[in-house]
């Protein structure tokens, strides 16, 4: 990757993933109700996902882009137990 794509990914992609982060975390303290904050969670977790790919390729470690690939599968699981959840509750 040339070094102006890394420049931008350092200096303008982190930080603003970074307040994204802040302030969906204020959302998820804050949510009215459940699901405004599982809603808030996954969230947190595509910037969560955003932010280990980044670093991944800030930091040349391709290992970091499987770590990211993880947590979005995780991400998809947790999204199916709570619509399961859902689905129960009369």
Do not use: H
Not at 46 to 71: F, H, K, M, W
């Amino acid at each position: 990757m040339s070094a102006e794509a890394l420049d931008v990914v350092r200096w303008i992609v982190m930080p603003v993933l970074g307040v994204a982060a802040l302030l969906n975390g204020w959302r998820v303290l804050r949510g009215p109700t459940l699901a405004d904050r599982v809603v808030g969670l996954e969230l947190l977790t595509t910037i969560g996902i955003a932010i280990a790919a980044c670093a991944g390729l800030l930091a040349d470690q391709p290992a970091l882009l499987d770590v990211s690939l993880v947590l979005a599968l995780v991400a998809f699981l947790a999204t199916l137990a709570y619509a399961r959840v859902l689905e129960s509750k009369p």
